[in-house]
């Protein structure tokens, strides 16, 4: 049977259909391809945060083109994994761009940020291990202890208590611990929030 299913080569009419269905998977191949290649293009890292942020100065800008891109930063930064936020955090990468904003806009910042941060830190905390969590735990309440017995000046002590968005930090802080943290974690954690309390009690 020339042409023929058991000859070797396929019918006439069928070969169209092969070769149809042979470029389509290729084309959804390419297009699946090219989709994963343009979403990790755009995937949010620090230093592209970074680089928007320098080539994005909001100094001189309308109100209207601060605030894209106030909101553009906060996506951005929302868009990092816990690690990353906490590598800009602690290097004090975004201080510089926050001091730039009017207290306005530093507190539509933070409410852009702050609930996925503190969800984050959250999920961080009630994957840990329970020996590193207390670990966590400990080198805290050290720091903290540290601060409760230094001398704060006047000025500095009224600051604070003036600041609405010291307030607001610690108000979605504990939001999404009550919120967000295992029953596990919250056991575990809860030294830091009593002192947190006498801390915070030091400065009225």
């Not at 109100?63 to 290097?91: F, H, M, P, T, W």
């Not at 009017?102 to 999920?123: C, I, N, V, Y």
Request: charged share 30%; glycine share 6%.
């Amino acid at each position: 049977m020339r042409g023929g299913v058991y000859g070797g080569n396929l019918p006439y009419p069928m070969r169209p259909l092969w070769i149809k269905a042979a470029l389509l998977l290729a084309a959804v191949w390419i297009i699946a391809g090219s989709l994963i290649w343009w979403a990790r293009s755009r995937k949010p890292t620090p230093d592209r945060l970074l680089a928007y942020v320098e080539s994005h100065a909001i100094e001189g800008k309308s109100s209207q083109d601060r605030g894209k891109v106030i909101e553009k930063v906060a996506a951005q930064l929302n868009g990092l994994s816990y690690d990353e936020r906490r590598e800009i955090r602690i290097n004090r990468r975004l201080d510089q761009f926050f001091r730039s904003l009017s207290a306005d806009e530093q507190t539509r910042f933070l409410d852009l940020t702050l609930p996925e941060g503190f969800k984050q830190m959250m999920d961080a905390l009630n994957k840990m291990d329970r020996e590193k969590r207390k670990q966590f735990v400990e080198r805290t309440l050290k720091e903290m202890q540290k601060q409760e017995g230094s001398e704060i000046p006047d000025k500095e002590r009224e600051r604070f208590l003036e600041d609405r968005n010291a307030q607001k930090i610690i108000d979605q802080g504990l939001k999404s611990f009550y919120s967000e943290a295992s029953a596990e974690t919250k056991l575990d954690v809860a030294p830091i929030l009593e002192q947190m309390q006498r801390n915070l009690q030091g400065l009225r």
